[in-house]
């Protein structure tokens, strides 16, 4: 079984940077496309960018793109998602997911999910 565990949330402020990171264990990370989402309050959950396992070029969401950078690094089977110029708009619960098959796509084609981080922008 895959386990995904997020970490790196916080408090930060506006205009401020974090980094989260999403381990994976249980699986063979090689051939796992891994995703970040976020879902800020009372919204729906939001695919905001993918490293998919065959190299391809990472895909961001118009929300993100240009301030936000996903990054694999396979020897600690881990992905990275370096958030900048964070906006009070960012606040949201980040959650990371994996499958084998799917690097763009609905909640649904993702089988691997992990628990979230919670990241708060504001003064």
């Known amino acids: 079984q895959v386990h995904l565990v997020e970490s790196g949330g916080g408090l930060v402020q506006p205009g401020d940077s974090r980094k989260l990171s999403c381990e994976v264990s249980?699986?063979?990370?090689?051939?796992?496309?891994v995703a970040w989402f976020r879902q800020a309050p009372g919204k729906a959950r939001e695919l905001i960018a993918t490293?998919?396992?065959?190299?391809?070029?990472?895909i961001y969401a118009e929300s993100v793109k240009g301030r936000f950078t996903i990054s694999r690094e396979n020897a600690k089977n881990t992905v990275y998602l370096q958030m900048g110029s964070l906006k009070t708009e960012d606040t949201a619960i980040y959650t990371c997911?994996?499958?084998?098959?799917?690097?763009?796509?609905?909640?649904?084609?993702?089988?691997?999910w992990g628990q979230g981080t919670q990241v708060t922008v504001s003064l």
């Open positions: 997911a994996a499958d084998s098959q799917t690097a763009w796509g609905t909640e649904a084609e993702f089988d691997y």
């Open positions: 249980g699986g063979t990370f090689s051939e796992l496309n």
């Open positions: 490293a998919n396992y065959r190299g391809g070029r990472p």
